[in-house]
């Protein structure tokens, strides 16, 4: 039998060397090259598999595994150059969230905002971009065309999420939402601008309600 592999043998430079380990005393030159091509081709994929680990890694939230503001709006502002307008874009905000931390500490909040974001991603991973833009802010961005009937038929099943939630763990979760609608000129930042806006509307109204914000 024979096998190859490869070391490094220089720790400060990207030095190595192969080695083959054989019970025979000759090998052909044909099954040495081989023995080359297939663990240089291995430890290639390896590192195009470790590479595509770290992008992913530097893409997610990481306590809730969503994508991170820098992510969701390089993925949304890219969507948005190659596609028309009519896409439906939420922010959605934890009522009372200070209150929940400052009750029952922050090892429980936690809990809850990666309860919600297992939420989101059971409701919307297969036809939106899910992320948290930072405490207890999520945005989501559907790249599959809903109507403004169906759009809030899917805020409704967050906040029905959330109102479940809150009966599990016996306190007061729930979610406000606002929400924007894409045109041929938008960005990431003004579908993020007017969201906000509607996002206090819901606030102000009396929490846990989503409003629109057309016109963006």
Do not use: W
């Not at 991603?121 to 945005?139: H, M, N, S, T, V």
């Not at 809030?152 to 016996?170: F, M, P, T």
């Amino acid at each position: 039998s024979i096998q190859a592999g490869i070391k490094k043998y220089n720790q400060e430079k990207d030095a190595y060397f192969l080695f083959l380990v054989a019970d025979q005393p000759y090998i052909k030159a044909s099954t040495i090259q081989r023995l080359i091509d297939e663990t240089l081709l291995q430890k290639a994929n390896q590192a195009v598999e470790y590479s595509q680990y770290l992008e992913k890694i530097i893409e997610l939230d990481s306590l809730t595994g969503l994508y991170n503001r820098i992510a969701i709006e390089n993925k949304i502002d890219t969507f948005l150059m190659n596609h028309d307008k009519g896409y439906a874009f939420m922010v959605i905000d934890v009522d009372n969230f200070k209150k929940l931390n400052d009750t029952y500490g922050h090892l429980y909040g936690d809990m809850i905002l990666i309860e919600i974001a297992n939420l989101l991603k059971d409701l919307f991973q297969e036809k939106a971009y899910i992320g948290r833009a930072g405490g207890d802010e999520f945005i989501i961005f559907f790249h599959q065309y809903l109507s403004f009937q169906d759009t809030a038929h899917e805020a409704y099943r967050i906040i029905k999420g959330c109102e479940d939630l809150s009966s599990k763990h016996n306190n007061n979760i729930s979610c406000s939402i606002g929400i924007s609608f894409s045109s041929i000129e938008s960005t990431f930042s003004k579908l993020y601008a007017a969201a906000d806006s509607a996002l206090y509307q819901s606030k102000n109204a009396g929490k846990a309600q989503f409003t629109f914000k057309k016109g963006v």
